[in-house]
Nanobody, 123 residues
Framework: QLQFVESGGDLVQPGGSLRLSCVASGFTIYYYTIGWFRQAPGKGREGVSCINSDGGATNYADSVKGRFTISRDNEKNTVYLQMNSLKSEDTAIYYC????????????????WGQGTQVTVSS
């Protein structure tokens, strides 16, 4: 089965940091743009960040710019999301997926969704 496995989510206090990992299962990420998305309770899935296939281009949602950093290691078939200065509004399940282009405007072009990892920011 072609999918991603996300990990690294946890309960963290406001202002804290987490690093999420996204490992591809059953395929190589080498040729794909990879995006991170999140979904909070009662809300739709929103784009957080994306990175193109060679890591030369990235994109971020305005709400996370300057706080989150996306990176990838194609040799390890893994994409990372470093999250700093976390806020309560960052609380959500975080997912990664593969897409045809680096956009955070919509999750619809993306595929190979995993089960997600829970991030909870609370004191």
């Amino acid at each position: 089965q072609l999918q991603f496995v996300e990990s690294g989510g946890d309960l963290v206090q406001p202002g804290g940091s987490l690093r999420l990992s996204c490992v591809a299962s059953g395929f190589t990420i080498y040729y794909y743009t990879i995006g991170w998305f999140r979904q909070a309770p009662g809300k739709g899935r929103e784009g957080v960040s994306c990175i193109n296939s060679d890591g030369g281009a990235t994109n971020y949602a305005d709400s996370v710019k300057g706080r989150f950093t996306i990176s990838r290691d194609n040799e390890k078939n893994t994409v990372y999301l470093q999250m700093n200065s976390l806020k309560s509004e960052d609380t959500a399940i975080y997912y990664c997926a593969a897409g045809p282009e680096c956009t955070v405007a919509s999750h619809r072009p993306y595929a190979y969704w995993g089960q997600g990892t829970q991030v909870t920011v609370s004191s």
